[in-house]
């Protein structure tokens, strides 16, 4: 079966530290996705440093089909060593899943993984091995649609030691609420945000440890499709709209009135625009059947450019940020489909230029479409999802 992931993490930094000392690295090879949690040992710069050498190093030498011990030989002779408790680098986990269903999961000395399956707790199996004096822990399974898995940092069963739990929160507690959380949550996103919540709160706000939830989940192929900008050349507008449309599994977005009037034409569909303004600084959506979501072009995207941002920052995700994103404006599910519900995006951007835009007034960080189009481009693929751009 070909297989698609839905990842997402979350970190708390240590309460005063401006680093995090955890490390989340997501990387994708021909027929695989990896995802890979390092924890440095302290806090602040040195665990920070610690980590984000840890993941690197796995992560490159993974992509280059190093074995695990080829790695863990490589961090133990390349970081340092602590001259107080005689013990290198940092821990880590590592999750990769094949294209085919293959999976691989790697933990050391870290929280173990959280493996959702139906809705139920799925026990990983100890496999043992000896590498370099460390204890690591593997196990080779194949997963299914609908499956999840938390990788953690142990902030988080260290949430509320010796204030609000007396021995922080337990494994066994963290695991059952975030089962609770999976049959309530739609997305890899809110699910690593529910537990982070958790952890955050028991910790009242000032935590005692950096604290990083990652979740991977196994979905379905979801491909979203944007059009926006008329065709330099209008005869190509029957082809724009055609290869718009050309995949039945894909939504749809079509961003700017005038590329509207021109799908509306070419596939003699009516077009209904909305005349709520839920959002005084974004125009309102339309409706066409056939068509998932339109809306306004250039100040939209510009918004969910904003947004998309933030959610690639990390720290700034918190629940103002989903009451944001669930918000009946535009941008918002426009953003809000590109976060949670879709693993590719494929862009149809005209490349005729529109005289409103080079209005002199209009703020220059609206920029011309196209630097726009590409701004949001490599924000998406930020976030680990596939981008292509075909201009016309």
Known sequence: MGV???????SLNKFTEILCGDK?????????????????????VKANILATL??????????????????????????????????????????QVYNNGDAYLVEFDNPGCIFIRDGKLMPIPQNIREVEGKKINEYRFTVKKG?????MSDGTIHAGV???????????????????QYALTVSAVRLANAVSQACDELYEYRPGDDTTVAV????DS?????MTGPAKNPEDDIRMVQEFMSDPAAKTVVCGGTSATIVSRVLNRRLDVSLDYVDPEIPPIAYMDGIDLVTEGVLTLNRVLQLLRRYVKNETISEDFFLELDKPNGASMVAKMIIEDCTEVHMYVGRAIN???????IPFDLGIRQNLVEQLKNTIEEMGKKVIVTYY
């Open 162 to 180: 010796g204030e609000l739990l007396n021995f922080g929160w337990l494994w066994e507690d963290i695991a059952a609420y975030a089962v609770k």
């Open 24 to 44: 989340v690295e997501i990387l994708q090879t021909k027929d695989s996705d990896i995802m890979i949690l390092a924890d440095g040992m302290g806090s602040g």
């Open 222 to 226: 979801k491909p979203v499709h944007v």
């Open 54 to 95: 840890t993941s690197k190093i796995l992560g490159t030498m993974f992509l280059n089909g190093a074995t695990l011990e080829e790695c863990v030989d490589t961090i133990v002779q390349t970081l340092p060593v602590c001259q107080v408790r005689q013990v290198a680098y940092s821990t880590f986990s590592i999750l």
């Open 355 to 361: 005289s409103a835009y080079q209005n002199p007034g």
């Open 216 to 219: 991977m989940r196994i979905i």
């Open 147 to 151: 499956d999840a898995f938390i990788l």
């Open 4 to 10: 698609t992931v839905d990842v997402a993490y979350k």
